[in-house]
């Protein structure tokens, strides 16, 4: 498995959580290679990862995954129509500012109700394993 890029950062919170062994770490990578898009490098986003790839990638560097989901799941339609289609680009469009000052917090108060089985983020939750 190629691990390149994001390896580093997974290394470093590795460090960190030696010092703070009970310290949660809450990662969030940007879902589905179908999304990838100008855009996504623009805010240096290098790929866009599975749910398995971002697992793998923790456990093998020492953390055991407490939880792991999917979020924004109405933004993977949008991304997918505005960014990948319509081909929008700019960070600060109007439109993506009432997107996250509105729409988020509503996606986000649902999916704490219910889990999604897409988003266009992935989230989780890992400590460093303790052995001894």
């Keep these: 498995m190629d691990y ?20 949660l770490a809450r990662l969030t990578y940007p879902s589905f290679r179908l999304l990838m898009s100008r855009f996504d490098k623009a805010v240096d986003h290098h790929r866009r990862y599975a749910k398995k790839t971002e697992r793998e990638l923790l456990t093998d560097n ?30 600060d469009s109007l439109v993506l500012k009432i997107w996250d000052k509105i729409v ?22 890992s400590q460093k394993s303790i052995k001894g």
């Design 62 to 91: 020492g953390f055991e995954i407490v939880t792991t989901y999917y979020v924004n799941s109405v933004g993977w339609f949008v991304w997918l129509i505005g960014i990948r289609i319509l081909k929008i680009t700019r960070r």
């Design 4 to 23: 390149d890029f994001y390896q580093t950062e997974i290394l470093e919170v590795a460090q960190i959580a030696v010092d703070y062994p009970k310290w």
């Design 104 to 125: 988020i917090p509503v996606v986000s108060k649902f999916e704490s109700w219910i889990s999604p089985l897409f988003g266009q983020n992935i989230l989780i939750v």
